[in-house]
DNA sequence: CTAAATTTGTTCGTATGTATC
DNA sequence: TGATACATACGAACAAATTTA
């Protein structure tokens, strides 16, 4: 049976309210398709129909919806009704409303699988996207204590610094900071820029391969700068995921911190 | 050497300021040992003191500093200086300052690590604080079509949905529903309210073992239910983390979508 | 609830040393 | 050498957020 519902110890209001299940009944109604009295409540038969447009592409990413007011005639339900189904489909990801603005279909995050064999390019590639890695400006300069500790070097040391930015098809993934041993890498970054690709260009310097070690996430809202380089509204969260490269003998080949756009992007760990 | 800087292509300004160096030049100083003129800039210097004292635990989590007034004079710098200092620390998410009120010394995140074991009880034991899951309510409802695709169940079929809050030490954590297979665990709901551990709740109902097979991560603003719950600063970000654990045979266990307080979480995969 | 005080955040201006062309 | 650009550093004032009286 469906509607079971055991609430507990939640001084204040009860937190299942998103999927509670409502017999209504209407009369003989048949108005746009949607079924009064059949079990299934009206938003989320409506919240179903769009979500299978969405998906089919009947509705395609960008795309904007009818206002609600137009909406909810159309299905023939209270303009609550039809929030309530749009409500949803947001907090699914696949919509986004702005007041004033309208309601738009979301663009696909990209997936971007994390493994010991990440590699931007390939990962671009398999989305059926034209990756980029737009070289921002580098500087050899003297590890700092957390570069140093990351990098097993002694403080001090010199390590090459790259920035650069991420992008598919044109849209702005990432962008972020990556530190290499300088001694082991010269040049990397002049190979990297004229590239476009950071797995050629260690490639041009002999290194083949190289595996993940760790990766570390956080997320906190975009500040000024990735604001404006991943081109975010403000107030946007930005996933910053950490990393550690090696060589297959073990050895630290990049420590680095990336600013993910979180709503282009998807991250997966697959165990 | 260090300063070797190569910078390109970057319309407007350049993105490496963070990073330069300057032989700057004062008098005979000593003022409460910033060394002018040492080679290394003042900002730097100022930067490195204040996060030795952060990871020496002259300055404990929470603590307040100084005002950037009083810092600034204590230094011998100006009020600009200190900040450039105070703005390389919150870079780092040593410090966080708020208008108002100060400037604090950052608590350490919560490493959560994501493996095929994950159990947030182990996690934060890890850590030596006391994991509390928080039984928000349950309910049995019909499997709509995305938790049924993740669940492998036909669409319609009653799922067990749990909402949940995961505390350690009193601090939440994170916040989420999960959907369980009804049929195979039926009262889990009521067992893990009276324990507070899912872990136990699910040794309880027969099931000793299961593992994660895929964790999917995105962040966002928190919405008004997050701020409530997790206690967050409105404009503060979310960890969306999906998962989905099946049982060693393979078969969907629970499947499950958790809002983290991004800054009280770092999340680590190790490949 | 309002007003004042406190504290961080932002912007303008000035000057100087260093690196680059 | 000179011109230019850039990063550092100091000074003053004001804006915005928060706490306190």
Redesign the interface.
């Known amino acids: 049976?469906?509607?079971?519902?055991?609430?507990?110890?939640?001084k204040g209001h009860?937190?299942?309210t998103e999927?509670?299940?409502t017999k209504a009944d209407g009369g003989a109604s048949g108005h746009e398709g949607v079924a009064r009295g059949s079990g299934?409540t009206l938003w989320?038969q409506i919240a179903?129909r769009l979500?299978e447009e969405i998906h089919s592409g009947v509705l395609k990413p960008g795309a904007r919806l009818p206002v609600e007011a137009e909406l909810s005639e159309t299905f023939g339900v209270n303009r609550h009704t039809l929030r309530r189904a749009l409500a949803h489909l947001a907090e699914?990801?696949l919509i986004e409303a702005t007041a004033g603005r309208g309601t738009f279909v979301k663009e696909p995050?990209l997936r971007y699988p994390?493994?010991?064999r990440t590699r931007f390019s390939e990962i671009v590639s398999a989305g059926g996207r034209e990756p980029f890695g737009r070289?921002?400006?580098?500087?050899?300069?003297?590890a700092c204590?957390?570069v140093a500790r990351e990098l097993a070097v002694p403080e001090g040391t010199?390590v090459l610094?790259i920035?650069s930015i991420h992008e598919a098809d044109g849209v702005p993934i990432s962008f972020g900071t990556a530190w290499f041993p300088h001694a082991r890498l010269r040049d990397l970054?002049?190979v990297y820029?004229a590239t476009g690709s950071l797995t050629r260009a260690l490639a041009t310097l002999g290194i083949e391969d190289y595996?993940?070690?760790?990766?570390?996430?956080?997320?906190?809202?975009a500040n000024g700068?990735e604001i404006e380089l991943l081109s975010l509204a403000p107030?946007?969260?930005?996933?910053v995921l950490e990393r550690l490269d090696v060589e297959p003998n073990g050895v630290p080949l990049q420590w680095g911190r990336s600013s993910f756009a979180?709503?282009r992007?998807?991250?997966?760990?697959?165990?």
Chains 1, 2 share one sequence.
Request: glycine fraction near 8%.
């Open positions: 049976m469906s509607g079971t519902s055991r609430s507990l110890s939640t009860n937190p299942m999927a509670t299940q299934v989320r179903q979500e699914q990801g995050p994390i493994g010991a070289f921002l400006g580098s500087k050899v300069e003297d204590p957390d010199p610094r920035e970054d002049l820029a595996r993940r070690r760790e990766t570390r996430i956080t997320a906190r809202p700068r107030g946007r969260a930005v996933l979180a709503d992007v998807q991250l997966v760990f697959k165990a």
